[in-house]
């Protein structure tokens, strides 16, 4: 499998993503704002279609159009300050609107469903300069704003009256949004990109544990979920989005299931002390 450059390409860029998705998820999943990750999946196909059109990197072309998509959010938060799911309305509208309007004019000589669903195949010695170096400025910043996101996803008001100026750091972090997006659409695919986001945050959650153990296990969890799609996908001859999607939420339950079991084992150990 791994003689195949390809696939090496594909191994490398599924690390980056393993790492980058649960970093910005526990984040998203804290503030409740984990169909903000969905909604910017969805607006990068516009901007991968925007960079096949102009031919430039359709990864740059979904990081710049995914940005744009976060800040507007932003900004639209001072308008709609009890309506987000509306803010995710307006821009989701926007962003299928420019996406089908590119895609249906004929202009784009390119197979944009790998984009959609992941692809393998299509994973670039270019893809793969671009996703390290974008994932590394990720993880800079979020290691930088580290203690001020933290601060951020447990109480927004407190953060302000503490003197976080968190409306900046809003924006910054929308941009690492919009950066992890982008580097994860050519083996996740946009359609189950936000999977990626929550899912390992949301079997890290199940044990219950403090913020730092939970970040790690759920970057563990990811690098499991991925890698397994990715190998599973190759060996089945599927899309590894889709096959990565049910990974997850088959370690999800697992999770789930295992902690339900060790609560009954602990209980009756308990009892059976007493």
Do not use: W
């Amino acid at each position: 499998m791994l003689q195949y450059a390809f696939m090496q390409n594909a191994f490398v860029v599924s690390l980056f993503i393993s790492l980058l998705c649960p970093f910005i998820g526990i984040f998203l999943v804290l503030r409740r704002y984990s169909m903000i990750g969905d909604t910017l999946a969805h607006s990068s196909l516009a901007g991968v279609a925007g960079g096949l059109l102009i031919n430039v990197s359709p990864i740059l072309g979904a990081f710049v159009f995914t940005s744009l998509c976060g800040a507007l959010i932003e900004f639209l938060r001072a308008y709609f300050k009890k309506y987000t799911d509306l803010i995710l309305t307006i821009v989701l509208s926007l962003s299928v609107g420019v996406a089908i309007t590119i895609m249906s004019s004929g202009s784009i000589h390119a197979d944009i469903n790998a984009f959609m669903f992941g692809s393998i195949l299509t994973v670039t010695t270019s893809d793969l300069i671009t996703v390290i170096c974008l994932s590394i400025v990720s993880v800079i910043t979020l290691i930088a704003l580290y203690n001020q996101l933290v601060f951020i996803a447990f109480d927004e008001e407190a953060a302000k009256i503490a003197g976080v100026k968190v409306k900046i750091i809003n924006y910054i972090f929308s941009v690492l949004v919009a950066a992890t997006i982008s580097v994860s659409i050519r083996i996740v695919g946009v359609l189950v990109l936000s999977s990626m986001i929550a899912l390992p945050v949301a079997a890290a959650l199940q044990l219950k544990k403090g913020f730092k153990i939970t970040l790690i296990a759920s970057v563990i969890v990811s690098v499991i979920d991925i890698m397994s799609g990715l190998i599973i996908s190759f060996y089945a001859g599927c899309a590894p989005g889709g096959m990565t999607a049910l990974v997850s939420v088959f370690m999800l339950c697992l999770v789930i299931v295992f902690q339900r079991l060790r609560g009954t084992f602990l209980r009756r150990a308990s009892s059976t002390e007493q």
